[in-house]
């Protein structure tokens, strides 16, 4: 199994209750259901006020490298992260467990 990790941070002035920031959350929240590829799917809003936390983030898994690259590849994945481009900047890891 890979687990994919991603951790958001909204670029500066960009606030969480935006109308693109709730679609492109939106988006994320219905990926789970949408990319068989997907074992394991959840995302949410970081609770923490420590300065170096970052806003949103994503944990999911997949089998193996090639289900990586079919969910990273998927239209719904891309149309999500076309949205989130635009307001923010992340992170990522992706680690066999």
């Not at 990319?35 to 420590?50: H, M, Q, T, Y």
């Not at 481009?85 to 066999?96: H, L, N, P, Q, S």
Request: charged share 25%.
């Amino acid at each position: 199994m890979i687990r994919h990790l991603v951790l958001f941070k909204l670029n500066d002035g960009v606030e969480r209750d935006e109308p693109r920031v709730a679609a492109g959350v939106q988006a994320f929240r219905e990926l789970g259901g949408l990319i068989p590829e997907l074992e394991f799917w959840e995302c949410g809003w970081n609770v923490s006020d420590r300065p170096i936390a970052y806003d949103f983030a994503i944990n999911s898994a997949v089998t193996d490298a090639a289900a990586l690259q079919r969910y990273l590849e998927h239209p719904a994945h891309q149309a999500g992260v076309a949205q989130w481009r635009e307001f923010a900047t992340w992170v990522m890891a992706d680690y066999e467990f």
